[in-house]
Nanobody, 128 residues
Framework: QVQLVESGGGLVQAGGSLRLSCAVSGGTFSAYGLAWFRRTPGKDREFVVGITRSGVRTYSAHSVKGRYTIFRDNAGKTMYLQMNSLKPEATAVYYC?????????????????????WGQGTQVTVSS
């Protein structure tokens, strides 16, 4: 059974930075496309960033483009989200997600229903 465990959330001031981690166990890490979603109270989870199984291609929501970076360490079976220039509206529970991909996949889904595995989430709070 594939398990995802997020860490790194916390309280940060607006303009600051935070790095989230997602450790993956129980599966072949390099076979999965990965993504970060976030959810605020009363709303569905929204796509933030994603990375293909090869790590060659990454995708970002327009609202975070240029400020957030996703990367993966296949040897360490961990994915990361580096968040810079944080804004108060980034306050949310952040979830990592995984979906099995073909070797030559060139994209990752941006819809939560397309992902097979999820972590429990980590809270990020950005104060103004």
């Amino acid at each position: 059974q594939v398990q995802l465990v997020e860490s790194g959330g916390g309280l940060v001031q607006a303009g600051g930075s935070l790095r989230l981690s997602c450790a993956v166990s129980g599966g072949t890490f390099s076979a999965y496309g990965l993504a970060w979603f976030r959810r605020t109270p009363g709303k569905d989870r929204e796509f933030v960033v994603g990375i293909t199984r090869s790590g060659v291609r990454t995708y970002s929501a327009h609202s975070v483009k240029g400020r957030y970076t996703i990367f993966r360490d296949n040897a360490g079976k961990t994915m990361y989200l580096q968040m810079n220039s944080l804004k108060p509206e980034a306050t949310a529970v952040y979830y990592c997600a995984a979906v099995a991909q073909d070797l030559n996949s060139r994209a990752v889904p941006d819809t939560q229903g397309d992902y097979e595995y999820w972590g429990q989430g980590t809270q990020v709070t950005v104060s103004s």
